[in-house]
């Protein structure tokens, strides 16, 4: 019980840019967590902090440069952890998914975020919203107060 | 072996990054620092590369220009836009002067959303909380108006072969609307900017810091507001046709080449654009946006240039009989200034060096497109979010 309202009242995000084209990145940092839309009058902060993270935000398709960054901090995250990721490119790869066309795939895009960690929601748009991300992580609070 | 030499002269090796709260997007910078002052630095940015000239290659021309556009979430209109126009000069194709004003006022918007998105981040990492804020809210409107005149906040698709896309269209309500939220945040902005000038706080921390020099500018070739800053005059928006022959602005030239500087110079480039946007809605001719009349096909090489809200940008490629691309190649701002970034955090103590990397204003999803990327070489990264901010603050 005291865990649960505890940890619902301090969310930390931690936000991983991991190769997109800046779009999604600048939304969550600069509009969501902006006056204007204010995330924190849920609870919800930011934090450049693996270790007091709770939820990490993902954007842009995983080049392979940053895949062994990504998964250290993810394994740096303690239990329970939330990833979350936003823009279609974090959940596809977007445009270069297809980098190489016919011929293959890339030699510099790994793809999606799912398929470097697990990822448990998915915020599609180029970028999305700040209300969709506004709305996502607000119905994402509660998975995370329950998850032991 | 100039590292060697690095580490002779360097007591301790301050890396920060490739996730730093200070940087937002992932490179590295290692500051060589002696006594608290920095005698070096190096920046190594190689993690963004999505290779998307290689993917443009052998597309068709209207798909690959759409495709520029993700080149950067931040100035995603001035690539769309560049790219349109080199093709528009290859081939010869006539563009109404209705599409020109719109993407006029397009880019102009585009400058005042990335100029206040610098303010904002510049007084966050100096600590200062409650202005970081106000430049934020200042941006909301800007962003606002891009959703109002294109249907979304960061990529636009604005430009299109021959004009523009109908939908990014003004119509007398949109412009009666647009010119509202143009008066009241040209107020505000103004007041706002006498308030951060006069600010002594502010002053004190960020004057007689990253200073960079006339001939350095040169020398490394720092573009746009950077360069500017540093007392060199130049702007593509005095030579480009569309802007030179309809608008009435100033270019903005300060002398000093701190961050002090860097910082008022893109203030008042804000008030700047926010004058020609005003000009291009009240002068808009009446006429169709887009002439569709024109055939595509085999284009020699061609090039244009034009100022993105971080300097010049150039574009070229060419095309081949069915109108596909053809070595696409796209050079952006940032790829320059960045090492006279490196060279201005020189001298300075540590705790300044964040404050003179974002000052300059980096941003690296353009500029690692045409890095190669080397997965053998350099297998280290470095995992240390640390708080700079609390450091800046402290300094406050
Ligand atoms: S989803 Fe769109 S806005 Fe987001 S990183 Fe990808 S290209 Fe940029």
């Known amino acids: 019980m005291l865990k649960e309202i505890s940890r619902k009242n301090a969310i930390h995000i931690m936000l991983v840019y991991t190769g997109g084209c800046n779009g999604c990145d600048i939304e969550i940092v ?19 902090n693996p270790r007091e993270a709770d939820i990490l935000a993902v954007t842009g398709p995983v080049t392979k440069k940053m895949e062994p960054a990504l998964k250290e901090i993810y394994a740096a995250i303690p239990e329970p952890k939330l990833v979350a990721a936003i823009g279609s490119c974090a959940i596809n790869g977007g445009p270069y998914a297809n ?17 470097v960690i697990p990822v448990d929601a998915n915020i599609p748009g180029c970028p999305p919203r700040p209300e969709d991300v506004l709305q996502a992580v607000v119905s994402v609070v509660p998975l ?5 | 072996m100039a590292d060697v030499d690095r580490k002779d002269r360097a007591e301790v090796e301050v ?15 290692r500051l060589f620092v002696d006594d608290e002052v920095v005698v070096d630095a190096e920046i190594t940015y190689d993690t963004a590369h999505r290779g998307i000239e290689r993917m443009m290659e052998g597309m068709p021309v209207q798909k690959g220009l759409i495709l520029t556009e993700r080149i950067c979430g931040i100035c995603s209109h001035i690539h769309i836009w560049n790219g349109t126009r080199m093709v528009e000069r290859g081939l010869g194709i006539e563009v109404p002067q209705r599409a020109h004003h719109i993407r006029v006022i397009g880019n102009e918007m585009e400058r005042l959303h990335s100029h206040l998105l610098y303010l904002g981040h510049a007084f966050e990492i100096l600590g200062h909380e409650t202005f970081s804020m106000r430049c934020f809210m200042f941006r909301e409107p800007v962003q ?15 430009p299109v072969i021959g004009g523009i896309r109908p939908r990014c269209d003004i119509d007398k309500d949109k412009k009666q609307t647009l010119l509202a939220m143009l008066k009241s945040l040209d107020e505000e902005l103004k007041a706002f900017g006498n308030r951060v000038i006069n600010d002594t706080l502010i002053v004190s921390r960020i004057k007689d810091i990253g200073y960079l020099s006339k001939e350095d500018a040169i020398k490394y070739g720092a573009l746009g507001p950077n360069m500017r800053a540093s007392g060199v005059n130049f702007d593509w928006r005095i030579k480009v046709p569309e802007y030179k022959d309809n608008f009435d602005f100033e270019v903005i030239v300060r002398e000093g080449g701190t961050v002090l500087d860097r910082v008022a110079c893109r203030l008042f480039e804000c008030l700047e654009s926010i004058k020609i946007i005003k000009q291009a809605l009240e002068t808009l001719p009446d006429e169709e946006p887009i002439n569709v009349g024109y055939e595509l096909g085999r284009m020699g090489y061609s090039t244009s240039y034009n100022e993105a809200a ?40 540590l705790t300044d060096a964040t404050i003179t990397i974002v000052s300059c204003d980096p941003c690296l999803t353009c500029t690692n497109r045409v890095t190669v990327v080397d997965e053998n070489k350099d297998k280290e990264y470095i995992l240390e979010p640390e708080d700079i901010r609390r450091l800046a603050r402290r300094k406050i």
């Open chain 2, 310 to 349: 971080r300097g010049e940008i150039y574009d070229s490629c060419s095309l081949d009989d069915l109108g596909r691309i053809q070595s696409y190649i796209n050079r952006t701002p940032s790829m320059s200034s960045l090492s006279a970034m490196e060279v201005s955090c020189i001298g300075d103590h």
């Open chain 1, 144 to 148: 995370l107060a329950k998850k032991r």
């Open chain 1, 30 to 48: 600069n509009a969501v967590l902006s006056p204007f839309y204010d995330i924190e009058q849920y609870k919800v902060i930011l934090t450049w």
């Open chain 2, 144 to 158: 606002n108006m891009l959703f109002f005149l294109s249907g979304n906040r960061v990529h636009y698709t604005i």
């Open chain 1, 99 to 115: 980098l190489g066309g016919d011929l293959g795939s890339s030699d510099q895009i790994v793809g999606g975020v799912s398929k």
């Open chain 2, 15 to 29: 890396p920060l990054g490739m996730v730093h709260s200070a940087l937002l997007e992932p490179f590295r910078i």
